[in-house]
């Protein structure tokens, strides 16, 4: 079985093969580096980019994986949530190449891809999954991955979108989770002492503007180096979602912890997170590098998931983009 998946919710073209078992033979993302001149996405620019880059990077993987669209079985491309312009490009360039072929379709939750980042790992349930990107922050409750429940989201900013703006105030380059995480590693973690909002380890929810105002009034006072700055930030964003998805882990006996997104690349966040899943005897899952950014590959391993729970599952081609997500239940199949 060959599954093509295509990723294009915000900045980043991205498309994969994929067997049965979720494995790639092929897999290629395309970043728009333009964004980081005006310091955030442009919409309009990142859809034209994608309809740019995405068919001749369809071709590309479709090469590399040493078949053509007449072979694939499923086609599946992200929905939502996203930016419509973006979406739109890789949504209706996938559904025409299901139609053209006469092959299932499926519309892909961007969210649910993200966590089944993990989908072909030994994952036990039930789990608690952390997803931190640059849109979003949630903690879930997972009996399995059909069963997956919000228990808690941001109430402003999410946490790549903190360290973002943390990184544009510093003149460091846009997306600045990756610099700031470069930064901190020279830099005294208690050097600052920062606020904690809705830092009760018990509250699944997260508030992120305040500490940000916090980090502003800091760097103006210009006594403090952008490297302890930063780790003082790193440490204070990291110890808020570790703590508060590590204290859903034991309150419902989770076997596993799941983390994905944006975010998830961050050194300390995975070395948090590996030493407390430990001492409590919990598996860890951290995506690889490559897979913690936007990527074809969750989207396709959340279309394998839908698959294996229901081996007749489509979307109409009627299915359309949405911009968010305000659900309480995660499913793969977007509608
Ligand atoms: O998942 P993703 O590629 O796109 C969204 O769906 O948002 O996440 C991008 C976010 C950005 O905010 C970026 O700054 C952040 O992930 N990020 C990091 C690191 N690498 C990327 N944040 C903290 N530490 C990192 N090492
Ligand atoms: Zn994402």
Redesign the pocket.
């Known amino acids: 079985m060959k599954l093509l998946a295509v990723e294009s919710?915000?900045d980043?073209s991205a498309v994969a093969v994929l067997d049965e078992y979720g494995n790639a033979t092929a897999e290629l993302v395309s970043s728009q580096l333009i964004h980081s001149t005006h310091g955030g996405v442009v919409p309009e620019i990142a859809s034209r980019l994608h309809m740019t880059v995405l068919p001749g990077l369809i071709e590309k993987v479709l090469k590399i994986a040493g078949t053509t669209t007449h072979d694939i079985d499923v086609f599946a491309a992200t929905a939502g949530p996203?930016l419509t312009g973006s979406l739109l490009v890789g949504l209706s360039w996938t559904k025409a190449a299901a139609f053209a072929v006469g092959k299932p379709f499926l519309g892909i939750n961007?969210l649910a891809a993200?966590l089944h980042i993990h989908y072909n790992s030994a994952v036990e349930f039930p789990a608690i999954a952390l997803l931190?990107?640059?849109?979003?922050t949630m903690i879930f409750h997972m009996l399995s991955w059909e069963e997956c429940f919000l228990l808690g989201t941001t109430r402003d900013d999410?946490?790549?979108?903190a360290?973002?703006k943390t990184?544009k105030l510093m003149g460091l380059e846009y997306?600045?989770?990756?610099a700031?995480?470069i930064l901190a590693e020279k830099g005294n973690p208690d050097a600052v002492t920062l606020p904690s909002p809705l830092g009760s380890r018990k509250l699944p929810e997260f508030s992120f503007s305040g500490l940000k105002t916090a980090v502003r009034l800091v760097w103006e006072r210009g006594d403090v180096s952008p490297e302890n700055l930063s780790a003082s930030f790193?440490k204070t964003v990291c110890d808020l979602l570790v703590s508060k998805t590590m204290y859903q882990a034991g309150r419902l006996k989770a076997k596993s912890v799941l983390v994905a997104?944006?975010?998830s690349?961050?050194?300390l966040?995975r070395s948090i997170f590996s030493f407390e899943c430990g001492r409590r005897g919990i598996s860890v899952f951290l995506p690889e590098l490559k897979h913690?950014?936007?990527n074809a590959v969750m989207v396709g391993r959340a279309a394998l998931s839908a698959l294996d729970s229901d081996p007749f599952a489509h979307s109409d081609y009627s299915c359309n983009t949405f911009p968010r997500w305000h659900g309480k239940h995660l499913s793969p199949l977007s509608m």
């Open positions: 919710s915000c980043d996203g961007h993200h931190a990107s640059g849109g979003h999410a946490a790549g979108e360290f973002d990184a997306p600045g989770g990756k700031i995480d790193r997104g944006g975010v690349a961050n050194s966040l913690t950014m936007d």
